[in-house]
Each structure stands twice: as C-alpha cells, then as structure tokens.
C-alpha cells in the first residue's frame, strides 16, 4: 500500500468512526476519558520503557539536553497527562447546545444547534503529552482525531496512542476515532494535507517552521498561529508600580512561551520615571534590555533596538523597549509589528482603556494584567486545544466550543414557500 | 504596474481602509448605505448606459438569451439594488456586541466581542446586482471589500463600483474600503487569491467550476458551496398531503435554486400511497421523475434512475425518487450522495423527528417545512451572502454575523499570573 493509500483508508475510518463520536452522550465519552486516564497510569512502565527508545535514539543523534529532556515521560508527567483528561471529562459537553431558536412570521421555528466538526488532525512537535492532551480535547467534543507527532517520539506516541485505543476497543467503540500515524515516511503528513473530502480541520502545534509547512501545503482549513510577538503599552496614566509589576510577570515569569511580553512601549510623559525604574527590575530578574534612541536617554546601559527587534519573538530573557508619544503611535507600531496574539495598556484612564480595547485589532486585549493570562486555561475556557491568530472560525485561545460548529435546525408544520 | 503589483496596492489600501471601517458608528454606516441607495437611483440613466455596453458584447459573443437576460439593469432591478441596501442598513449592527463576559476566581473579568473579519474578496459571475448587495453587506459588517465580478458584465459592475464610491468619497470616507478589480487580465484572480497578508476571506460566487478554481487556488481561508443535493424524507408517519405540499413547494417553486430538493425519498411502508400521488402531482407541475427500482413497481412510467442520478443537482424540474426500507437506508443515502447543503423529514413520529435532527449531518436540516426556506432571509438573519457547506466558521447560510470574528477581552486590576 502507499502512503498516500495508507493514509487515504485512515482517513475514511476516521470519517466513519467520526459519524459514531458525534452521537455519543457526554456520560459515554467522559467514562471513555477517565478510562484512558486509569489506563495511562496503569501502563506506566510500558509507556516508560518505549519513550526510552526515542530518548535514547534521541542522545545517539546527539540532540541537545534541553529537547531529550522534553521528549522524556517521567511518572510525573504521566499523571499529568492523566490528570489533564480527567479535567477535560469534567468540562462541560459542548455538543448538542442550542445557541438560540427564533419564530419567524410564518411560524416556523429556527435554532442552531452545536455539533462536533468531524475529523480533525493534529501535527505537531516533540512533546509526546500532546497526544493524550489533544485526543481528550477532540473526543470529547465528538470528533474523531488523527494524530502525526514528530518521529523523535514515535515509540512514544505509538504507545500512548495505543494504550488510549484499547480503551475504545474495550468499550466497543470504533478505533479509528484516535488513530496515531506511526509511519516514519515523511510524505504522510503532505498526503494527509490533501484530503479535504475526510479531514475537516487541520491544527499544527510546534516551531514556526513546521506551522508553515503545514499551511502552505493543507487543502484543509488550517488554525494556526506563527507566533506571538506581544506589547506591552505604559500609558501616560499608568500606576508605575502596577506596571513594573505586570510588565516583570508578562517578561520572566515564563519567557519561553508565546504570550509572554516581547516589547515594553512606553508613553513619553512617564518615560524619564518608568524607564529607570523597570531597566532596574529587569535588570535584577536577568533580562536584556534593547531599546529606541529615545529610551536610552534615560538608560543609557541598554543596548540599542535594531529594526529587526521590533518583530522579534525572543522567548528569551530579552526585551525590546520603545517610547511612544501617544495612544496613536503606540497602535501604529502595534499594528506594523505585532502578531494579533495579545497587547495590554496598563493605564488608570478610563478613556484610553475603552479606546485600546475597541482599537487594536489583536486577538486578546488587556486593560491592567498580565499578558501571560492569555491562555484558554487562564481565561476560562478549561483547555486550550491551541491559539488562532488568523481570524476565521476562531480567533485567540481556543477551547472545547471551537472544535464544533452550528448547524441550523429548522421545526416547521408543513409550511411552504410563497 | 503588473497586474501582480497592482492587486497588491489594491489589497493593502483596503486593508488601510479597514481599520477606518472597523471604528464606524452603526450611525454613519447605516447613511452611507441609504446614500448608496439613493445614489444607484439617482443615476439610473448612467447605469442603463454603461450595463448597455455589456448587454451589446454579449449578443455580439452569442451569449444565450436567458445568461443576456441575467445581466441586464432593469429600472426595476437598479430599484432592487436599492432597496437590499436600504434593508441592510435597517438591519442590526453585528459590531461591537459582547457575546458574554464572566469573572474569573483571580477577578480578571474575560469577554469576547465581536468584530469586522477586515478585508473580505467576492469573486463572482453574472448578475451585477451581486456588487451592490455583497458590498452593502461587507460594509455594515465593518469590513472593506474587494469585488471581482465576471467580465461578462464589467461596465455595469464598475458603473454600480463608482457610484458607491463617490457616496465614500462625499461622506470623507476612504474610498478603498469598497474597490471594484476592472482590469480585464484574468490572472488578477489568481494574485488576489495569494494575498493572505492582506485579504481575510474569499467568498466565491457562482457555478461549481468558479468556485472550484477559486478553492483549488487560494491561500486565503475561503468559504463556499458547490452545490446543493436536497433531500425530503418522506417518514412512515408523514401526513402524505403534507408531504405532497412540501415537496411540490420544494422541487417546482423554483428548481434553479441551490436549496430545492434534488432527491425524494419515500419509507418503503408509504410508498405504494404515496408515490402514485405524488408522481400525479408533480407531473401536472410537469417535472419529470427517475426512480429507483422499488419505486418503479408503483409508478411504472417513471424512468429509471442510475447511479449518477443520485449525486445530480438538476436545478431543473427533473426529481430522483427513491424507496428506502427505514430511517438508517435514509441516514445512508444522504450520507453517502448528499452536499450537507439542507434536508428535509416530513414525519408526525416525534422520535423520527428528533433523530433526523440529531444525525443528519447537514447544514440545515427541516422538520415538516419546505427545503426552499433554507436561505438567510427566510431563516432570519437578514440579507445572505453566501452558503457555506464546510463547517469551519460558518456552515448553512451566512448574515452579517458571519462577516465579523470575535476577540477576547480581559479587564484586569494589575493581576499577575503565579
């Protein structure tokens, strides 16, 4: 068989299996959960003794200890794979929810109902915890998944997939709604990229590189975002010591992740007060400073922001620093430089805050926290399958409700058309 | 300039003009469609003479009487154009609304408000009142629009394109948010549709190869439908005179339509009452019947169906009938040749009813009424701009609300994350 046909029959299982998933009862699928969550502790040596496979295969290539130590399945991380699919059991079912239901002058009744999206698959790198993470996601909102993790972790993710099928097959339920693809031949995931007739969505999770990969080459509709560059603006209003206090959280308290702060803008009018004040928090927490001509005035030590500051995504203890004159020049450097992922004013004006948050065009707006909230988790949304900065379909952090869609449902008693 | 660098500026001055829309007041929105509309009256003569050139064209080229007849500007219809801009504009606002706002434990308060998509690309044929009616809904919407309509009918497009234009200009609006591509090279389609930095959404209308060409090109997120198979299950329990109305309504009403019904099917326990009757009326209304086997025995001057049958969309009065032996044969069958366009139960059995809601997949699916009500206006969501029978965003018919996306809000008080 070739990959393209091996891929094309798991596709089509998928798109049955997914008919199924979609009618199943919140009990049936939340004990499928918790079942898969008792089963991956249970499975705790199997699960370690493959991903030592790909930890070892991983040193003999001689990859860097910081990504070995990714790849690894500790029991810590076990539980907590488990744990996440017993918190996503606890979540409420998306599907079947009505969004609301009118009467037109004819009588009949109108209504949109929620239903799963079909078959949705996952691309992705390195961290094998993805697969139990976005299998719980996508099952519990009705739909079946395919899963293509990154060869570094096959063995990995073939176990977890495999240990998660079982589960199904002792319930009786299709297989094919979860199924890992294990194939090391490359070609499979731009074969799976073409099959727009079984696949209904495709969300890649990893380095840009992938992401892009993904994008240009999917027939399928594709939910993505490249990275995220976000701001943070000190208003001319701003209590300074609120904003040293979320600007230090939004840089250090986890640089390495997409919504901590990459460039602090600064209005003029608090400048020669902010600037001294923050260079020296951060400097304390470790973090480089770049900054503007303007803002180097006041801190001289700071190194100079080239053009290529202003786009850069550092998720390094590193920070661009710029002074802006006003509301406009903050949104214009924004709006040229930013990723719509997530911006934040610190200002106790009650005009300028309205204004931030009717005018920048990012996914997530902020007035006074912490850009690090801008997660599904953090944001209520329980889980986040994943974060959209393109603005179809869904648009910042995404949960459980973005991974179903609405269909029209219609009561009527025999009207016709005139 | 090439025609690569042009729909390059063009796109870029409407994604400028954008943020300009994206701030509107409902207010000045809502003046600039009614002066849209006073405007398309005003000019009438221009209109009738510039629609004339391509009128001509056309008879010279040959163009069948009835694609002539599409094309042409009638008072009445340049009345029309008007009038749907006046409706647009009486029509709620999407813009703005808070679609729900909760409180989490660390008191961030989290929001989703709606906003405009940004720039949205029409490509289309025919029928030139399409420029006034996609543009009017675009602009409520807060987007900029880019319209491309066929070259068929270019002087009336870019007529109706200027009019609207001037009304942005007397208002001091910024005339890009409404642009009208004229250039006659056909690559410029294929250029827009590379534009994914600029442009937010594609929505091609017209036949299947149009939209084919448009889907297989694009690298912007586009939404569309092929083509409509509807189907009427006629149930065991169905009132037949009911049934009889409502298909009559949904097959003769107005068979070149996308939501009237292609294929009846008809439970296996109705079908030697029903099918005599419902062949007698339909061959009154002159639509001719291809049946299946088993529906054959009943109405035996019925031709037979073949397989492809099954998957046409006649858009003519021609009907496939089948006899299914249940609601699982019906479930089958609309799986398997259905476009998840609209479907149709007429049953009094309430258990019926609800599964027919609950597992037929498509994007509208009727209890009891006819397919004909599956369109935007009828549904109640204002004007329509398309139909979407892919499930990401929007799936059914599609108002205004689906012109906008939804960011997240976060009202803090110097919350950090821990």
Same mark, same amino acid.
């Given at each position: 068989?070739?990959?393209?046909?091996?891929?094309?029959?798991?596709?089509?299982?998928?798109?049955?299996?997914?008919?199924?998933?979609?009618?199943?009862?919140?009990?049936?699928?939340?004990?499928?959960?918790?079942?898969?969550?008792?089963?991956?502790?249970?499975?705790?040596?199997?699960?370690?003794?493959?991903?030592?496979?790909?930890?070892?295969?991983?040193?003999?290539?001689?990859?860097?200890?910081?990504?070995?130590?990714?790849?690894?399945?500790?029991?810590?991380?076990?539980?907590?794979?488990?744990?996440?699919?017993?918190?996503?059991?606890?979540?409420?079912?998306?599907?079947?929810?009505?969004?609301?239901?009118? =009467?037109?002058?004819?009588?009949?009744?109108?209504?949109?109902?929620?239903?799963?999206?079909?078959?949705?698959?996952?691309?992705?790198?390195?961290?094998?915890?993805?697969?139990?993470?976005?299998?719980?996601?996508?099952?519990?909102?009705?739909?079946?998944?395919?899963?293509?993790?990154?060869?570094?972790?096959?063995?990995?993710?073939?176990?977890?997939?495999?240990?998660?099928?079982?589960?199904?097959?002792?319930?009786?339920?299709?297989?094919?709604? =979860?199924?890992?693809?294990?194939?090391?031949?490359?070609?499979?995931?731009?074969?799976?990229?073409?099959?727009?007739?079984?696949?209904?969505?495709?969300?890649?999770?990893?380095?840009?590189?992938?992401?892009?990969?993904?994008?240009?080459?999917?027939?399928?509709?594709?939910?993505?975002?490249?990275?995220?560059?976000?701001?943070?603006?000190?208003?001319?209003?701003?209590?300074?010591?609120?904003?040293?206090?979320?600007? =230090?959280?939004?840089? #250090?308290?986890?640089?390495?992740?997409?919504?901590?702060?990459?460039?602090?803008?600064?209005?003029?009018?608090?400048?020669?007060?902010?600037?001294?004040?923050?260079?020296?928090?951060?400097?304390?927490?470790? #973090?480089?400073?770049?900054?503007?001509?303007?803002?180097?005035?006041?801190?001289?030590?700071?190194?100079?922001?080239?053009?290529?500051?202003?786009?850069?995504?550092?998720?390094?203890?590193?920070?661009?620093?710029?002074?802006?004159?006003?509301?406009?020049?903050?949104?214009?450097?924004?709006?040229?430089?930013?990723? =719509?992922?997530?911006?934040?004013?610190?200002?106790?004006?009650?005009?300028?805050?309205?204004?931030?948050?009717?005018?920048?065009?990012?996914? #997530?707006?902020?007035?006074?926290?912490?850009?690090?909230?801008?997660?599904?988790?953090?944001?209520?949304?329980?889980?986040?399958?994943?974060?959209?900065?393109?603005?179809?379909?869904?648009?910042?952090?995404?949960?459980?409700?973005?991974?179903?869609?609405?269909?029209?449902?219609?009561?009527?008693?025999?009207?016709?058309?005139?």
């Amino acid at each position: 068989m070739s990959v393209y046909e091996e891929m094309l029959t798991l596709a089509e299982d998928a798109k049955e299996a997914a008919q199924v998933m979609a009618n199943l009862s919140s009990g049936v699928k939340n004990e499928v959960l918790l079942n898969m969550a008792a089963q991956l502790e249970a499975q705790q040596a199997v699960l370690q003794r493959e991903n030592l496979k790909d930890l070892e295969a991983a040193r003999a290539r001689g990859m860097a200890a910081a990504m070995v130590d990714r790849l690894e399945l500790t029991p810590e991380r076990i539980r907590g794979m488990a744990d996440g699919l017993r918190e996503v059991a606890a979540l409420p079912d998306p599907v079947g929810e009505v969004t609301g239901m009118w =009467l037109r002058p004819n009588g009949i009744q109108v209504g949109r109902r929620r239903i799963p999206l079909g078959v949705i698959g996952i691309i992705y790198e390195s961290r094998p915890n993805v697969t139990a993470d976005a299998a719980g996601l996508c099952l519990k909102s009705g739909n079946a998944v395919i899963l293509r993790g990154g060869s570094e972790a096959i063995h990995s993710n073939s176990a977890i997939g495999h240990i998660l099928q079982q589960v199904m097959v002792s319930m009786q339920l299709p297989q094919a709604a =979860l199924q890992v693809v294990t194939t090391s031949d490359r070609t499979a995931v731009t074969e799976l990229l073409k099959l727009e007739d079984q696949i209904d969505l495709i969300i890649p999770r990893g380095g840009e590189g992938l992401i892009r990969f993904v994008a240009e080459n999917s027939r399928i509709p594709v939910i993505k975002h490249y990275k995220g560059v976000c701001h943070t603006y000190v208003d001319a209003a701003a209590d300074l010591q609120m904003a040293e206090d979320i600007c =230090l959280n939004a840089k #250090v308290q986890r640089p390495g992740v997409c919504n901590a702060m990459e460039t602090l803008l600064v209005h003029q009018d608090v400048a020669a007060e902010f600037l001294p004040q923050i260079a020296a928090a951060m400097q304390r927490a470790g #973090v480089e400073l770049r900054g503007c001509e303007e803002a180097r005035k006041y801190v001289p030590k700071m190194k100079p922001a080239t053009e290529e500051d202003w786009y850069e995504e550092y998720l390094d203890l590193i920070l661009a620093v710029r002074v802006v004159n006003g509301f406009e020049s903050a949104r214009e450097h924004i709006q040229q430089y930013g990723s =719509l992922h997530t911006e934040v004013i610190v200002t106790n004006d009650y005009m300028a805050s309205q204004r931030f948050l009717r005018e920048i065009n990012s996914s #997530v707006v902020m007035v006074n926290a912490s850009s690090r909230f801008s997660d599904g988790n953090q944001l209520g949304l329980g889980a986040e399958i994943g974060i959209s900065t393109t603005k179809l379909h869904s648009f910042g952090p995404m949960g459980l409700e973005d991974l179903t869609t609405r269909k029209f449902v219609v009561l009527g008693e025999g009207q016709v058309r005139s």
